[in-house]
């Protein structure tokens, strides 16, 4: 089955740190550039970050210089290291393939989504 | 301007049709990017509903269109069922924010 599979959530203090991992199966991991996403509770959807297939990283403004998105293909697992964490980064988080459409570059959508694993943040 | 705006809510009786917009401007939809639409139904990860505009994954029901003209995009829900009931995101790439989501609509089958 093709699916991708978040964990490493919980509760966390403030300043505090998590490294979040998304495993992937039912298809070649290693082919397809993948995407972190949050959603606050009640909350609509956010980018926070993306790794490309050669392992190049994009942040949003908001988690730059505090997560760091890396892979491991031979484990076919993402990653999200979470550091400083503050209040407003409490979130469910979810992976997600990417996929690009048509020629345009950066056309970028997302077919398969994770459950995701909710961070808490509070002291 | 980096942002998607959408309805916060609209809402339909069973075998209605509903229409969701999307709105952007110049550094996403206007630029030329495309418009993918996503499902969440209460308590479930998003799912995608409609890509490129107009076209629907496997297995998505042909009640539902996808729309966009200028630096606007349209989702229509047709034959309304209460099923349909969920949030409905749209996204596109912007020049200054990368991946963008609008803020979501809730619809409700009445």
């Known amino acids: 089955e093709v699916q991708v599979l978040e964990s490493g959530g919980g509760l966390v203090q403030p300043g505090g740190s998590l490294r979040l991992s998304c495993a992937a199966s039912?298809?070649?991991?290693?082919?397809?550039?993948m995407t972190w996403f949050r959603q606050a509770p009640g909350k609509g959807l956010e980018w926070v970050s993306t790794?490309?297939?050669?392992?190049?990283?994009y942040y949003a403004d908001s988690v730059k210089g505090r997560f760091t998105i890396s892979r491991d293909n031979s484990q076919n697992t993402l990653y999200l290291q979470v550091n400083s964490l503050r209040a407003g980064d409490t979130a469910v988080y979810y992976c997600?393939?990417?996929?690009?459409?048509?020629?345009?570059?950066?056309?970028?959508?997302?077919?398969?989504w994770g459950r995701g694993t909710l961070v808490t943040v509070s002291s | 301007q980096s942002v998607l705006t959408q309805p916060p809510s609209v809402s339909g009786a069973p075998g209605q049709r509903v229409t969701i917009s999307c709105t952007g401007g110049?550094?996403?939809?206007?630029?030329?990017?495309?418009v993918h639409w996503y499902q969440q139904l209460p308590g479930t990860a998003p799912k995608l509903l409609i890509y490129?505009?107009?076209n629907r994954p496997s297995g998505v029901p042909d009640r539902f269109f996808g729309s966009k003209s200028g630096t606007s995009a349209s989702l229509a829900i047709t034959g309304l069922q209460a099923e349909d009931e969920a949030d409905y995101y749209c996204?596109?790439?912007?020049?200054?924010?990368?991946?963008?989501f609008g803020g979501g609509t809730k619809l409700t089958v009445l």
């Open positions: 997600a393939r990417l996929l690009n459409w048509g020629s345009t570059p950066y056309n970028w959508y997302f077919d398969l």
């Open positions: 039912g298809f070649t991991f290693s082919s397809y550039a």
């Open positions: 790794i490309d297939i050669g392992g190049g990283p």
């Open positions: 110049s550094s996403n939809i206007g630029a030329g990017y495309d």
């Open positions: 490129g505009n107009t």
């Open positions: 996204q596109s790439y912007d020049n200054n924010v990368s991946a963008l």
